[in-house]
């Protein structure tokens, strides 16, 4: 059984940075896509970065280009996220997927990632203070 479990999460004064990390067992092989979401309350669940890990594919949503980084090493289930010069904006619960099924590729290349994880984390929460 696949399970994914986020660390990392935390409180920070605006400015600052975070890394989350996400550790993937129950799988024979690593997954092909692996991405970072985030929910903020009273808002959708949103995309914030992925990695189509075969190819090295990534995709950033556009609020947080320059500032994370996502990162996974070859051979490797667990996958990070390199925040850094955090906004009150950045608060939310964070949450880590991954997915088996190579059409998550394509997903990850054209920043559509909405229902092409299947697997889930049970998310850390990032809270930013001014």
């Known amino acids: 059984q696949v399970k994914l479990v986020e660390s990392g999460g935390g409180s920070v004064q605006a400015g600052g940075s975070l890394r989350l990390s996400c550790e993937v067992s129950?799988?024979?092989?690593?997954?092909?896509?692996m991405g970072w979401f985030r929910q903020a309350p009273g808002k959708e669940r949103e995309g914030v970065a992925a990695?189509?890990?075969?190819?090295?594919?990534?995709y950033y949503a556009d609020s947080v280009k320059g500032r994370f980084i996502i990162s996974h090493r070859d051979g490797q289930s667990s996958f990070q996220l390199y925040m850094k010069n955090l906004t009150l904006e950045d608060t939310a619960k964070y949450y880590c997927?991954?997915?088996?099924?190579?059409?998550?590729?394509?997903?990850?290349?054209?920043?559509?990632?909405?229902?092409?994880?299947?697997?889930w984390g049970q998310g850390t929460q990032v809270t930013i203070s001014s």
């Open positions: 997927a991954a997915e088996w099924d190579r059409s998550c590729g394509s997903a990850v290349r054209t920043g559509r990632l909405s229902g092409a994880f299947g697997n």
């Open positions: 990695v189509y890990t075969g190819y090295s594919i990534r």
């Open positions: 129950g799988h024979t092989y690593n997954a092909f896509c």
